[in-house]
């Protein structure tokens, strides 16, 4: 049972590229999230999904999309990458809704866009 | 605009005392709490939670208080281990709509001394 994985550990993109950071899921959850942290700050919602074919925005989504098309997968792409998304970016998961259980991180992804 | 507040940046405590750190919010829709740890390279992780119907939650060495009039909760951890160390987020939530969205504080960094 392997949790959240997520990849690329470490990135590098040039201003203007583009990606895709990957996250699987093995617990059969239905919501996902997808975090991003900047340093000396907390964690900002990007997106989540309450189930696959279901999407929606959080906090901070632009910039970002994100499609789920399985209940294990929830990618984030970042398309025309801009220095502001220089961060580390975490998925979540959890069988109940957002706050009300425990979510379990992934690794995280650090992304540096230069 | 920061909802939930984490003022302390840093925290030293000796092995076996105990710590204490605090969380502050604004938003009066919070009505969940969770504390999640961090280790450096890693996601968060949950460590544990309160609803507002409850003023004091414990698990092992770790309690959570709230003190909703004053919109301040704590985490206490005794007896401290070196393995506390870490960064604690606390975060906040609504049960109703946005109950998809946590809001984290900044982090706590605790480390413990031997």
């Known amino acids: 049972n392997a949790g959240v994985t997520q990849t690329p550990k470490f990135r590098i993109l040039k201003i203007g590229q583009s990606m895709t950071l990957q996250c699987t899921q093995d617990?059969?959850?239905?919501?996902m999230y997808w975090y991003r942290q900047d340093p000396g700050m907390g964690l900002k919602l990007i997106y989540y999904?309450?189930?696959?074919?279901?999407?929606d925005k959080g906090e901070v989504p632009n910039g970002y999309n994100v499609s789920r098309s399985t209940t294990e997968d929830f990618p984030l792409r970042l398309e025309l990458a801009a220095p502001s998304q220089t961060s580390v970016y975490f998925c979540?998961?959890?069988?109940?809704?957002?706050?009300?259980?425990?979510?379990?991180f992934g690794p995280g992804t650090r992304l540096t866009v230069t | 605009d920061q909802q939930v507040k984490q003022n302390s940046p840093s925290l030293s405590v000796q092995e076996g005392r105990i710590s204490i750190l605090n969380c502050d919010y604004t938003n009066s829709m919070f009505d969940y709490f969770l504390w999640y740890k961090k280790y450096p390279a890693e996601g968060p992780t949950f460590l544990i939670s309160i609803s507002s119907i409850k003023d004091k939650n414990e698990d092992g060495r770790f309690t959570v208080f709230l003190n909703k009039s004053a919109k301040h909760l704590s985490l206490h951890i005794v007896p401290s281990q070196p393995g506390d160390s870490a960064v604690y987020f606390c975060?906040?939530?609504?049960?109703?709509?946005?109950?998809?969205?946590?809001?984290f504080g900044k982090g706590t960094k605790l480390s413990v001394i031997p």
């Open positions: 975060a906040a939530t609504g049960s109703g709509a946005g109950s998809y969205q946590l809001t």
């Open positions: 979540a998961s959890s069988s109940v809704a957002g706050g009300l259980g425990e979510q379990y």
């Open positions: 617990m059969n959850h239905n919501y």
């Open positions: 999904s309450v189930g696959a074919g279901i999407t």
